[in-house]
């Protein structure tokens, strides 16, 4: 039980530091690279992505599980 316990919080925290290095990067590429950086990060910026925002049910994007934690 004790185990298992130490298992999930390392589990948690390495999620936590993941996302927060996610974080980190997505903050980088911006300075680095403006407005642009949204194509770094969706694969349609130009698309009709926002005319179908909500309609799939597919896993959580990149941007998602990052703010997500």
Not at 11 to 35: C, P, T, W, Y
Request: glycine share 4%; proline share 1%; net charge negative.
């Amino acid at each position: 039980m004790v185990n298992q316990q130490i298992n999930d919080r390392q589990q948690r925290l390495e999620n936590f530091l993941q996302s927060v290095e996610a974080a980190r990067q997505l903050e980088h590429d911006i300075m680095k690279h403006g407005l642009d950086a949204a194509y770094l990060y969706c694969d349609d910026v130009e698309g009709d992505w926002l005319d179908t925002w909500g309609d799939d049910n597919d896993e959580p994007t990149y941007i998602e599980k990052m703010t997500t934690f």
